[in-house]
């Protein structure tokens, strides 16, 4: 049952833009589980842009990779053997597991899988991490109130896709801005956005901004920061509130990026910023999963992964994150 | 009674930092009081860093000044004449008046003044609109929390001094920066101040925050921006506030100014950020301005103000505060 089992690791730290170089695949023995752990035969195992914190040396919100380390992330997968109680061989679960064909994990730390709720990889996605950073970015951070508009950047995204359409079931005029056609397309047509902005197709984004959102800014959900919250931020409204959620445009910069100062743009409209991470949000999590289901089950809200094939070409799914290559959440399937 | 009336009005529109060139003074009439209303000899008038705002020709939070219009602001004086049941010659009144020998105030939007309280000054500063903006703008936006590292810029303003003694009050521990020795001295020495980074005496603020806030900052009360505020967001610890009072480093900047992206820097710490303006608290400037009375007349707060003599010299008081000439609460003698 258990053939091989190959598992990438961390070769090399970056410096700016991440290549191949930072990764490496090896063949090790399957893990062995141990009192209260499962071997996870992995099906599908997820890249997120945060990864690209723990590639450098300094403490984040997220540990440091050390050079050599298994590379590390959600996952979902097969049970093939259980040294617990709670889960036995066949079932499906999600937890944080490593880039491999099989992982082990607490049985404690893991989650079950229920295929006729989503699909698998929608528990990476709009069932997984990234929508309760949604969930809670938005309804505790960005606290959108009925005919805010509410501005989110890297709509397309996992994230973003999610908080564009609770925003929308908040009674919200939502705009998204995203990088092609086809997202922009995919946000308005199907997921319900009120207006979206291909900011590959333009370069002025405030002119942008006043079309699609002529009222101002009640909420800006930045997933993204640089060009595109440099011109959201003159358009916040009174008490606007801008939940901090990524910053993907900075992820690779080797120094201090340097743009337009903010804080003198935020005493008028007496706006308010907050940096949010999801984790803190953890003894609420079951709430914000149950909503998110019951939401997905009844097709108020949309979900939609990219995936790409094998193993192999996890770092390439990892890589494409920074250029857009996904629209929805980006996954890797393992195996079938 | 009423001899002469000189009046300062707005005389050209300044570009970068403002220079006599847009001030003018005119002889008037004296002004008559309608229904309600008072006539009031100026005794002191207030000169703030807000009031470069009123300058630019684009709407703010602060009404922009027509060229041709009175400059207006706080004053402190003496009834001459009353038209209102409310007050009667020779009261003493505080409210908005202009830069004038004379000016006439509504009876309704004044308060009385009592000299036993406090010199006539401080209601200008600590019992004025200063004082309310520290008070509202620390306990209400900045929530100080008891052993919290509170660090304030402008700190020997009128707000800022105001903030780290009302920071002290609340078991915080009080890092101020301001611009002389003989400010931080008055910080540490007489006002309590844990510890005052003279910043005209170091280029690395980093380090002196590292020296003066070892655990880190808490809550961070902007007054100024610029370098010392691109040296603290760095040191902010989990659940930080930044309460966004003023940026006078960037008021008279022309574009929108540049410098380090705070946006990256707020999401490890999950920081908020929010500007503030006190008018936002006018229901409860009763509740304030008590409590505020209440610790100076204790000398819990002290307060002080720079004072320079004379009607006519009133820009130069103003323009003084670009340069940081001002200890506590600038305010220029009109009368005696």
Same mark, same amino acid.
């Given at each position: 049952?258990?053939?091989?089992?190959?598992?990438?690791?961390?070769? *090399?730290?970056? *410096? +700016?833009?991440?290549?191949?170089?930072?990764?490496?695949?090896?063949?090790?023995?399957?893990?062995?589980?141990?009192?209260?752990?499962?071997?996870?035969?992995?099906?599908?195992?997820?890249?997120?842009?945060?990864?690209?914190?723990?590639?450098?040396?300094?403490?984040?919100?997220?540990?440091? /990779?050390?050079?050599?380390?298994?590379?590390?992330?959600?996952?979902?997968?097969?049970?093939?053997?259980?040294?617990?109680?709670?889960?036995? =061989?066949?079932?499906?679960? !999600?937890?944080?597991?490593? /880039?491999?064909?099989?992982?082990?994990?607490?049985?404690?730390?893991?989650?079950?899988?229920?295929? $006729?709720?989503?699909?698998?990889?929608?528990?990476?996605?709009?069932?997984?991490?990234?929508? #309760?950073? =949604?969930?809670?970015?938005?309804?505790?951070?960005?606290?959108?109130?009925?005919? $805010?508009?509410?501005?989110?950047?890297?709509?397309? +995204?996992?994230?973003?896709?999610?908080? %564009?359409?609770?925003?929308?079931? @908040?009674? &919200?005029?939502?705009?998204?801005?995203?990088?092609?056609?086809?997202?922009?397309?995919?946000?308005?047509?199907?997921?319900?956005?009120?207006a979206a902005i291909n900011y590959k197709a333009t370069d002025d984004y405030g002119?942008?901004?006043?079309?699609?959102?002529? +009222?101002?800014? +009640?909420?800006?959900?930045?997933?993204?920061?640089?060009?595109?919250?440099?011109?959201?931020?003159?358009?916040?409204?009174?008490?606007?509130?801008?939940?901090? &959620?990524?910053?993907?445009?900075?992820?690779?910069?080797?120094?201090?990026?340097?743009?337009? #100062?903010?804080?003198p743009q935020l005493i008028a409209p007496r706006a308010r910023v907050e940096g949010?991470?999801?984790?803190?949000?953890? !003894?609420?999590?079951?709430?914000a999963t149950e909503q998110l289901q019951s939401w997905v089950v009844s097709g108020?809200?949309? @979900?939609? *992964?990219?995936?790409?094939?094998?193993?192999?070409?996890?770092?390439? =799914?990892?890589? %494409?994150?920074?250029? %857009?290559?996904?629209?929805?959440?980006?996954?890797?399937?393992?195996?079938?």
């Amino acid at each position: 049952m258990r053939d091989s089992n190959r598992e990438w690791y961390f070769a *090399e730290r970056p *410096e +700016g833009e991440p290549t191949m170089d930072s990764f490496a695949l090896r063949e090790r023995e399957p893990p062995e589980p141990r009192f209260g752990e499962l071997l996870v035969r992995v099906r599908y195992l997820s890249v997120d842009p945060y990864m690209r914190g723990r590639m450098r040396d300094s403490a984040s919100y997220a540990e440091p /990779w050390a050079v050599g380390d298994p590379l590390q992330g959600g996952v979902v997968g097969e049970v093939v053997e259980s040294e617990s109680d709670a889960y036995e =061989a066949g079932d499906l679960v !999600t937890g944080r597991g490593t /880039w491999a064909d099989y992982t082990v994990l607490d049985a404690d730390d893991v989650a079950p899988v229920d295929a $006729d709720v989503a699909g698998l990889p929608a528990y990476l996605g709009v069932l997984g991490m990234p929508g #309760r950073t =949604a969930y809670f970015g938005l309804l505790d951070v960005a606290e959108p109130r009925p005919g $805010d508009t509410v501005v989110v950047s890297g709509a397309a +995204g996992a994230v973003g896709s999610t908080v %564009g359409q609770i925003a929308g079931l @908040n009674g &919200c005029r939502v705009v998204g801005f995203a990088g092609s056609d086809e997202k922009t397309a995919w946000l308005t047509d199907d997921l319900g956005f009120d207006a979206a902005i291909n900011y590959k197709a333009t370069d002025d984004y405030g002119a942008a901004l006043d079309d699609a959102a002529p +009222g101002g800014v +009640g909420v800006y959900f930045d997933n993204v920061g640089g060009p595109i919250t440099d011109a959201v931020f003159p358009k916040l409204n009174v008490d606007a509130r801008v939940a901090v &959620c990524g910053q993907i445009a900075h992820y690779n910069d080797e120094t201090v990026p340097t743009g337009p #100062r903010k804080l003198p743009q935020l005493i008028a409209p007496r706006a308010r910023v907050e940096g949010l991470l999801v984790s803190d949000y953890a !003894t609420r999590f079951g709430t914000a999963t149950e909503q998110l289901q019951s939401w997905v089950v009844s097709g108020e809200i949309q @979900n939609r *992964e990219t995936v790409v094939d094998g193993l192999e070409n996890a770092p390439d =799914a990892f890589l %494409g994150l920074f250029s %857009g290559d996904n629209i929805g959440k980006q996954v890797v399937r393992v195996s079938a």
